[in-house]
Each structure stands twice: as structure tokens, then as C-alpha cells.
């Protein structure tokens, strides 16, 4: 499809509950440029079936049988695969909102990054988070494009659907594989360093499928620390690049201390409070702190005044002092998780 606008990428695994849904509001779209790389992804269900069901019916639908191999494995193959000027990602339990397609390359035209606003749930009614302005955003006011956009926690730009991607641009760049805890999150900042200009669509053309079980009923979990273990060793690299790069914004220029410290070290520290683990060490410990030492922001009430504690600890600048610390209170059973 050498003449197509928009490649849509799709990971599935196990989603047969949510996915014909899924993929009749990506054949619906009144956007008739695109094609729809759907991964099955070692799906054991009857995922692979609704796969091939939609594609004999609609050649832009294209599917690959793979081994299970992760989200990540999946959105690089189908990245591999794609022809589309732009590239955008689904995921199987979410939706593409009526007009969403065509309301993006609408405001795709001469840009290598469009955001676009989501709702927040797939009933009518669900809250939706957008861009306050639908405008472009050139290489000289790029700045301005994370004034306007950069949120709390980074909230529109910490996932990589609602968005297209000029293929070009991504060249190389590609999910990690061996990081299962933010990884998109990781995409999305990435592309951000290399992106030249970008425009905003103020209005909703995504939806987000709240799901009970989902990562944030796993955050005090070993697993999730061994995920923080890997993700933030490439998120701070990509978080100081993009503060070189845009020194006066003032938003990208808290993104460490509000983020990295104040989001990611402080629920780690957090953690180590509530429960027992054997991946509290002291040297663990130091590297944290090495983080936070890098923080010129980090006062002890400069993040949540809950967080005075931890940071309390760090100004001690005792490693072993603190371990000790977290190992006592961790040890009380009403400060279990």
C-alpha cells in the first residue's frame, strides 16, 4: 500500500472480549487512507480468528501469527511492516472515536507529531483529556508546545495511541524489548527528542478502556519493582536530552524533579516502606539517591508533603541508615500490602 496515509498498528493478545469492537471503529472511520497491521501476538483465545475475519473481509486489514513475545516484540514487527506516511497505535481493547483519522491528518499536514485528546472510559459521558488548543507548533516554538501540553504526569503523552508519528522520523527508533513497565511511555519521549514540529487536535478522538486487573492493581508487586528497575535507567537519559534541547521551557525543565524524583524514585521509596522485599539493598539505595542528588529542585516539601519523609532520609545521606529504616517499618504487619 505504497499510497497509504496512516498505518495502524495493533498488538493482540487475548482480547477476543473487546477487539471486534475495537477493530469495527477502525473500519468505520469515513478516513479511507490507512491500514491496519494486526499482531496476534500468541493469543490463545479467539483473538486470531476475529484477526483473520476482518481481513478477509477488508484487505486493509493485515495479520501476523507470531509466538507470544510481548507488546513491545509485536508494535516493532508491525513498525517493520508499515507503509503509512504516519503511523498510529491501538490498542485491542480501546477504540478509535468516530472522525478520529480523518481529524488527525487533518492536522497532520507539514508535521511529524500530532496529539490528540482520549476519553477516559468507553461509556458516553467519560471524562475527556485534550489539548487545550488546536494549533501547530513549529521547530522555533516547540517550547510552546510543552507549555501548552506537558501535564501532570505527563497524562496526554505517556501513551503512544491518540497520536500519529511521521514514519520517517521514527527510522530506527523502536519499543524496548526487555522493559515491560513503561515502554511506551519510553517511545513516546524518545520520538519527542527527535520531532522537528508538531500539532494538536482539541478534541477527543480516542478511547480508553479502564479495565479492573490492570497494571495499577500491581504497583507494590516485586514484579513492579523490577519493572522501575529497568525503566528508569532509559527514562532519565531521554528526560535530560530533552532538557538540553528545550532549556527554556519551563515544564520540560521540571520534568525530572517532578517526574523522575517526584513521581518514579518516591514511589519506590514508598514501596520499601509498606512492604518487605529483598530488592531493598544499600547499593540500590545509592544509585536512588544519586538520583536525587541530581535534582537541584528537591527540597524536602518540594514534591508532596507526604514525600517529606523519604526525602528526610536522603538529606541523612546514610544508605544503609535509610535500608535499615525501611526494613523496621516494613516489618509491622498493618504496613503490609
Not at 496512516?6 to 477476543?16: D, F, K, L, R
Request: charged share 20%; net charge neutral.
Amino acid at each position: 500500500m505504497s499510497d497509504c496515509s496512516i498505518s495502524i498498528i495493533v498488538p493482540v493478545y487475548n482480547a477476543q472480549e473487546w477487539l471486534e469492537h475495537c477493530l469495527e471503529t477502525i473500519a468505520s472511520q469515513d478516513f479511507e487512507s490507512w491500514q491496519a497491521i494486526l499482531v496476534d501476538d500468541g493469543s490463545v483465545d479467539e483473538s486470531g480468528e476475529i484477526c483473520d475475519r476482518y481481513a478477509s473481509s477488508d484487505n486493509r486489514f493485515i495479520v501476523v501469527h507470531k509466538e507470544n513475545a510481548g507488546v513491545s516484540a509485536a508494535r516493532n514487527d508491525a513498525l517493520d511492516m508499515a507503509a503509512g506516511e504516519f503511523i498510529m497505535f491501538v490498542d485491542s481493547d480501546d477504540v478509535l472515536l468516530p472522525g478520529a483519522l480523518r481529524l488527525l491528518h487533518e492536522a497532520a499536514t507539514d508535521c511529524d507529531f500530532v496529539l490528540g485528546g482520549h476519553s477516559v472510559g468507553l461509556t458516553p459521558g467519560s471524562q475527556s483529556i485534550c489539548p487545550k488548543h488546536g494549533r501547530r507548533y513549529g521547530k522555533t516554538d516547540m517550547e510552546l508546545f510543552f507549555e501548552d501540553n506537558l501535564l501532570h504526569n505527563c497524562k496526554m503523552l505517556d501513551a503512544p495511541w491518540a497520536k500519529l508519528f511521521r514514519r520517517s522520523m521514527i527510522g530506527t527508533l523502536r519499543f524496548c524489548e526487555n522493559i515491560s513497565y513503561a515502554e511506551d511511555k519510553l517511545f513516546v519521549f524518545s520520538f519527542l527528542n527527535v520531532c522537528r514540529s508538531a500539532s494538536t487536535v482539541c478534541a477527543p478522538v480516542y478511547g480508553y478502556n479502564v479495565r479492573p486487573g490492570s497494571l495499577g492493581s500491581d504497583m507494590s508487586s516485586d514484579r513492579h519493582l523490577m519493572q522501575m528497575r529497568h525503566f528508569l535507567p532509559a527514562y532519565v537519559p531521554v528526560v535530560r536530552k530533552l532538557q538540553r534541547k528545550y532549556q527554556s521551557s519551563e515544564r520540560v525543565s521540571m520534568l525530572y524533579h517532578e517526574d523522575v524524583i517526584g513521581r518514579y524514585v518516591c514511589r519506590l521509596l514508598n514501596i520499601f516502606i509498606v512492604r518487605r522485599t529483598a530488592l531493598l539493598t544499600e547499593d540500590y539505595i545509592k544509585w536512588l539517591y544519586s538520583l536525587m542528588n541530581a535534582d537541584s529542585s528537591l527540597g524536602v516539601f518540594s514534591v508532596r508533603p507526604a514525600q517529606a519523609f523519604n526525602i528526610l532520609l536522603f538529606k541523612i545521606g546514610r544508605p544503609a541508615f535509610t535500608v535499615s529504616v525501611y526494613k523496621f517499618l516494613s516489618s509491622f504487619p498493618w504496613r503490609r500490602k
